[in-house]
Structure formats: structure tokens, C-alpha cells
């Protein structure tokens, strides 16, 4: 299977890109509900808790899990990549959300090599929104320096915003007061950015209320389909890998928390009904 991975349901935006561009493999989401949501944890709690989780989906039977959180994208992914796996998984993959992003705000085509600049140059200004952890990690900056050095980016960390999705609060006055709070020191600026990056797997699910504050020459940028595209052209150049992935068009859906509760939510969000399973996470030794 394909392991999905997030905090909370926002990651379900992720999934549902991907069966929807990339129906026929099979799927496993889970939601660490229990302890979300990580925007604003140490780098050591973000990191033990991915790799529990990257790790039970790998004894479930995923080959490859992405990581549809940007924080545990920018605070686990490396370490994880570079010496979890080569030391205890060697045959398994896992990918994040931040350089497919990086490579869409650098105007990269989904089938690019990476380490490839754009055919030409980009320049301007772009935005990223992000939990505390996220744009604390400048993870943005540093990946986007390698792609396009000349583009300009702003930073904007939005702390309530998940805690708002995870709690059904995606509209109505005291909703847009807080997309107000976090979204006026990007848009009060002089220059508006030319795109904005919703940098969080939760934020899609605000998109209404953005797009009514965001000026419409601002284009607004959703995480979903892109790492759809790019994981499509990643299976393209690592066919090993792509083999190894059950085509039942299947998918299963596990939380750390109450299933009845994320049921409810993910329902509300894929637009069609669910079964979710409570699991529990063990320590990784």
C-alpha cells in the first residue's frame, strides 16, 4: 500500500488528490489524532511521534508513505530518509510535502529531474503559510534557494488555523477574524505576493475564506494535486518501487483517537462515508 501520513485529517486533502489522479493503488491513511496537532511541538516530540507512525504503516504492509504534513515534513523527513531508513528500512521509501511545493513556487513541471533549475530564471515574490513549526524550520527558504535563488519569499506562520479545522470550524465571523489576524501582515504589504502556498495539509479546508480575503491577481496554491503530479512522475522513475503496490483501488483509514469522531469529519471532507479503526503507536527502539 501507499501510507499516508498526518497529525490530524487534514492529510485526507492529500488523499484525495492522490485517488483521484492515482486511483487504482491502494491506501492506507493515518491520522495521529490523539497528539494533534504538531504545529506547535519540540523537534524531538515531532520526530518520535512520525516515525511511530511512518513505522506502523510500514508494518501494516506500506512500501511508501508520504508524509502529507508539512511539519513532520520539515522536522522528521530528513533524519528519517537518511538514517532510520538506511539503518533499519533499506527497502523502504518515504516522501514529504515540501519540495514537491517548493518545485510548483519555483515553476518546475511535475516530470522535472530534481537538482534542475526552471528553463528560465524565476523571479518575483512568493508566500508560504505554515504552523509555528513549519516556517520556524525555514524550510521554504532553504529548498527554495536551491531552485530560484532570485525568487523573494515571505513567510507567515498561522497558529490557530489547524486547531480551528480540527474543531469543524471552517466558516462564520470568529473563522475569518483569525484568517484576518494571520493574513494581513502578508497582504498589508507594499508588493503582494504573485502565489501564495497554503504550507499546512489542513488549510485547504479554509480555501472559501482565503480566497475571499486574498485579492483575486494573488493565485492561491493547494498542496494536494501537487503531490499527486510529482508522486506520479516519482513512480515514472523508480518503476521498483511502483511495482511493489497492490491495484485493488483499495483504502483504509486508521486514527490514534476516537474513529467514530474522525469518521464524522472525514465524511464531511471526502464526501462520501467511512469506516476508521483505532490504533496504537509503540516506541521505536
Known sequence: MIGVFDSGFGGLTVLASLRESLPQYDYLFLADSARAPYGARSFDVIYESTLESVEWLFDEGCTLVILACNTASTRALRNIQQIHLPARRPDRRVLGVVRPSVEALAGLPPGAVPGETPPSPATGLVAVLGTESTIASDSYRIELRKLAPSLELIQQACPLWVPLVEAGELDGPGTEWFLKRSLNPVLARQRLPQRLLLGCTHFPLLLPGIRRLVPPSVEIIVQ??????????????????????????????????????????GERLLGQPLQAERIRLRPVR
Open 224 to 265: 494536494g494535486g501537487i503531490v499527486a503530479s510529482r508522486l506520479a512522475a516519482w513512480m515514472a522513475r523508480h518503476p521498483d518501487q511502483e511495482a511493489r503496490i497492490g491495484r485493488g483501488g483499495h483504502c483504509r483509514f486508521a486514527t490514534t483517537d476516537d474513529p467514530a469522531w474522525f469518521a464524522a469529519r
